[in-house]
């Protein structure tokens, strides 16, 4: 089973500075099968990345997703008031997918 | 737009039953598969099973295998997960989540609101 670990737990920043997430695997992520998700409070998460760097539709472009192998990075360039949320990876590698912790960015 | 909606959770006592529906619309349901990811209160994601477009293959979490069965009814578009057995560890909110293409590991999106399952006694 792939574990991923994410990077920080907690991010504490202002409206207006750059996130950088960080999500790294046990073993390598083949073709890069690796998602990304947000999740706010009481809501379900929402893609946001496929593929490592594929933004899903309707998802804006302060938004990427780069990485390769064991290591993985989910960047958010301007935050917005409404990107304040947990964010989680996943591999899809293989069975059983898995899900890191999850990163909480806050004000 | 691809709709999910779950219903069934509730309380149940350890040692119990309880059967999750999903009903999906705006989607050619026959040709999906379809998958469970659940969640415990203030925790992380944990995919849970899911199901060939025809039902003929299912696939499941170690830690559910055993007790859980997926299903579905194509002439219904809706996908369940009876949960027997049940575990005070297996409560959580159940959402119910289209994975891209392939059953046994693949991306989802999108995602039901869920449905909460508590197991206590």
């Known amino acids: 089973e792939i574990v991923l670990t994410q990077s920080p737990a907690t991010l504490s920043l202002s409206p207006g500075e750059r996130a950088t997430l960080s999500c790294g695997a046990s073993q390598s992520v083949n073709n890069n099968y690796l998602a990304w998700y947000q999740q706010k409070p009481g809501l379900p998460p929402r893609l946001l990345i496929s593929?490592?760097?594929n933004r899903a539709t309707g998802i804006p472009d302060r938004f990427s997703g780069s990485g390769s192998g064991t290591d993985f990075t989910l960047t958010i360039s301007r935050l917005e008031p409404e990107d304040f949320a947990v964010y989680y990876c996943?591999?899809?590698?293989?069975?059983?997918?898995?899900f890191g912790q999850g990163t909480k960015v806050e004000i | 737009e691809v709709q999910l909606l779950e219903s069934g959770g509730g309380l149940v006592q350890p040692g119990g039953s309880l059967r999750l529906s999903c009903a999906a619309s705006?989607?050619?349901?026959?040709?999906?598969?379809m998958s469970w990811v659940r969640q415990a209160t203030g925790k992380g994601l944990e995919w849970v099973s899911s199901i060939t477009a025809s039902g003929d293959n299912t696939n499941y979490a170690d830690s559910v295998k055993g007790r859980f069965t997926i299903s579905r009814d194509n002439s219904k578009n809706t996908v369940y997960l009876q949960m027997n057995s049940l575990r005070v560890e297996d409560t959580a909110v159940y959402y119910c989540a289209k994975p891209n293409w392939n059953y046994r590991a693949d991306w989802f999106d999108p995602w039901g609101q869920g449905t909460l399952v508590t197991v206590s006694s």
């Open positions: 705006g989607l050619t349901f026959s040709s999906r598969a």
């Open positions: 593929d490592a760097s």
């Open positions: 996943q591999h899809y590698v293989t069975s059983p997918s898995t």
